[in-house]
């Protein structure tokens, strides 16, 4: 079975930048939509952005113009390139594959975006 591994999160200053990677140990063509997630304790987690087999995207509003995601299938890597960053943009990052018959998900790294 896939794993799915993050990583590139730290603290940053408000305005900076961070690209966030997610590194599977198998191929990410099993996964028909892979996307990044974001998780505040007590919160829901939500929808940051996510990018299909033919590399369709989609964005929460909060990361459109600010946040892109890519993919290289030949590293089999997801990554997220985060700019202009906030305090409000503090989260778990979580890495997540929609694959055959089940959901994978990365054990999430941490984003903290403070003076």
């Known amino acids: 079975q896939v794993q799915l591994v993050e990583s590139g999160g730290g603290l940053v200053q408000p305005g900076g930048s961070l690209r966030l990677s997610c590194a599977a140990s198998?191929?990410?063509?099993?996964?028909?939509?892979m996307g990044w997630y974001r998780q505040v304790p007590g919160n829901q987690r939500e929808l940051v952005a996510a990018?299909?087999?033919?590399?369709?995207?989609t964005y929460a509003d909060s990361a459109k113009g600010r946040f892109t995601i890519s993919k290289d299938n030949a590293k089999n890597t997801v990554y997220l390139q985060m700019n202009s960053l906030k305090p409000e943009d503090t989260a778990l990052y979580y890495c997540?594959?929609?694959?055959?018959?089940?959901?994978?998900w990365g054990q999430g790294t941490q984003v903290t975006v403070s003076s």
């Open positions: 997540y594959g929609s694959g055959p018959g089940r959901n994978y």
């Open positions: 198998g191929s990410i063509g099993i996964f028909v939509v």
């Open positions: 990018v299909t087999t033919d590399y369709d995207t």
